[in-house]
Protein backbone atom coordinates (compact mmCIF):
# COMPACT_ATOMS: atom_id res chain seq x y z
CA UNK A 1 0.00 0.00 0.00
CA UNK A 2 1.50 3.70 -0.79
CA UNK A 3 -0.11 6.89 0.46
CA UNK A 4 0.13 9.70 -1.90
CA UNK A 5 0.63 14.00 -0.77
CA UNK A 6 0.65 16.24 -3.67
CA UNK A 7 1.80 19.54 -2.68
CA UNK A 8 3.17 22.80 -4.55
CA UNK A 9 0.26 24.11 -6.65
CA UNK A 10 -0.88 27.57 -6.95
CA UNK A 11 -1.73 30.81 -8.95
CA UNK A 12 1.01 31.73 -11.73
CA UNK A 13 1.17 33.80 -14.57
CA UNK A 14 1.67 32.36 -17.82
CA UNK A 15 5.13 32.16 -18.65
CA UNK A 16 5.96 31.06 -14.57
CA UNK A 17 7.10 28.13 -12.60
CA UNK A 18 6.23 25.91 -10.37
CA UNK A 19 7.13 22.81 -9.10
CA UNK A 20 5.34 19.94 -7.62
CA UNK A 21 5.58 17.15 -5.05
CA UNK A 22 4.31 14.08 -4.29
CA UNK A 23 5.43 12.88 -1.35
CA UNK A 24 5.24 8.81 -0.90
CA UNK A 25 3.94 7.03 2.28
CA UNK A 26 4.70 3.09 2.53
CA UNK A 27 7.02 0.07 1.33
CA UNK A 28 8.72 -0.16 -1.89
CA UNK A 29 8.41 3.43 -3.41
CA UNK A 30 11.47 2.63 -4.95
CA UNK A 31 9.76 -0.09 -7.14
CA UNK A 32 7.02 1.51 -8.59
CA UNK A 33 7.03 3.36 -11.86
CA UNK A 34 5.06 7.46 -10.93
CA UNK A 35 3.31 9.48 -13.16
CA UNK A 36 1.78 13.06 -13.37
CA UNK A 37 -1.61 13.16 -14.67
CA UNK A 38 -3.90 16.37 -15.11
CA UNK A 39 -7.49 17.04 -14.80
CA UNK A 40 -9.09 19.90 -16.43
CA UNK A 41 -12.39 21.43 -15.92
CA UNK A 42 -14.60 19.65 -18.11
CA UNK A 43 -11.84 17.45 -19.35
CA UNK A 44 -10.65 13.92 -18.86
CA UNK A 45 -7.73 13.20 -16.64
CA UNK A 46 -4.44 12.78 -19.29
CA UNK A 47 -1.41 11.46 -18.57
CA UNK A 48 1.30 14.32 -18.45
CA UNK A 49 4.93 12.63 -17.95
CA UNK A 50 6.01 9.42 -16.18
CA UNK A 51 9.32 7.67 -14.61
CA UNK A 52 10.49 4.50 -14.08
CA UNK A 53 11.33 3.01 -10.76
CA UNK A 54 15.11 4.09 -10.69
CA UNK A 55 14.63 7.17 -12.57
CA UNK A 56 16.63 6.26 -16.03
CA UNK A 57 13.42 5.99 -18.60
CA UNK A 58 10.52 8.80 -18.97
CA UNK A 59 7.92 9.83 -20.59
CA UNK A 60 6.09 12.90 -21.78
CA UNK A 61 2.84 14.11 -23.39
CA UNK A 62 3.56 16.24 -26.52
CA UNK A 63 1.95 19.32 -25.07
CA UNK A 64 4.95 19.25 -21.84
CA UNK A 65 7.55 18.13 -23.81
CA UNK A 66 10.67 19.94 -22.89
CA UNK A 67 8.86 22.30 -20.67
CA UNK A 68 7.76 19.94 -17.64
CA UNK A 69 10.50 18.04 -16.04
CA UNK A 70 9.63 14.79 -13.67
CA UNK A 71 12.25 13.31 -11.30
CA UNK A 72 11.90 11.64 -8.19
CA UNK A 73 14.43 10.96 -5.18
CA UNK A 74 14.18 7.67 -3.66
CA UNK A 75 16.18 8.47 -0.64
CA UNK A 76 12.94 10.88 -0.02
CA UNK A 77 10.08 8.94 -1.54
CA UNK A 78 9.22 11.74 -3.43
CA UNK A 79 8.37 12.28 -7.49
CA UNK A 80 8.81 16.16 -8.82
CA UNK A 81 7.62 17.87 -11.39
CA UNK A 82 9.13 20.95 -12.55
CA UNK A 83 6.59 22.95 -14.72
CA UNK A 84 8.18 25.50 -16.85
CA UNK A 85 6.97 28.15 -19.21
CA UNK A 86 3.49 27.53 -18.07
CA UNK A 87 0.22 29.09 -19.91
CA UNK A 88 -3.22 28.83 -19.38
CA UNK A 89 -4.01 25.67 -20.78
CA UNK A 90 -1.81 24.09 -18.03
CA UNK A 91 -4.48 24.68 -15.70
CA UNK A 92 -5.61 21.79 -13.93
CA UNK A 93 -5.71 19.72 -11.25
CA UNK A 94 -2.52 17.48 -10.98
CA UNK A 95 -2.52 14.09 -9.85
CA UNK A 96 0.39 11.84 -8.58
CA UNK A 97 -0.03 7.93 -9.49
CA UNK A 98 1.91 4.68 -8.81
CA UNK A 99 2.19 1.73 -10.72
CA UNK A 100 3.22 -1.67 -10.06
CA UNK A 101 4.00 -2.16 -13.86
CA UNK A 102 7.78 -1.38 -15.09
CA UNK A 103 5.89 0.07 -18.23
CA UNK A 104 6.56 3.58 -18.59
CA UNK A 105 4.28 5.27 -18.95
CA UNK A 106 2.01 2.04 -19.48
CA UNK A 107 -1.84 2.74 -19.36
CA UNK A 108 -4.00 4.50 -16.81
CA UNK A 109 -5.61 1.59 -15.56
CA UNK A 110 -2.57 0.50 -14.73
CA UNK A 111 -1.95 2.92 -11.68
CA UNK A 112 -3.23 1.76 -9.04
CA UNK A 113 -2.58 4.27 -6.25
CA UNK A 114 -3.68 7.87 -6.43
CA UNK A 115 -2.80 11.43 -4.90
CA UNK A 116 -5.70 13.63 -3.45
CA UNK A 117 -4.77 16.34 -6.44
CA UNK A 118 -3.34 19.73 -6.15
CA UNK A 119 -4.12 22.50 -8.20
CA UNK A 120 -2.61 24.62 -10.80
CA UNK A 121 -3.91 27.19 -12.12
CA UNK A 122 -2.24 29.50 -14.95
CA UNK A 123 -3.70 33.07 -15.61
CA UNK A 124 -3.27 35.14 -18.68
Known amino acids: QVQLVESGGGLVQAGGSLRLSCAASGRAFSSYTMAWFRQAPGKERVLVAAVSWGGANTYYADSVKGRFTIARDNAKNTVYLQMNSLAPEDTAVYYC?????????????????WGQGTQVTVSS
Open 97 to 113: AASYSTLVPGTEHQYRY
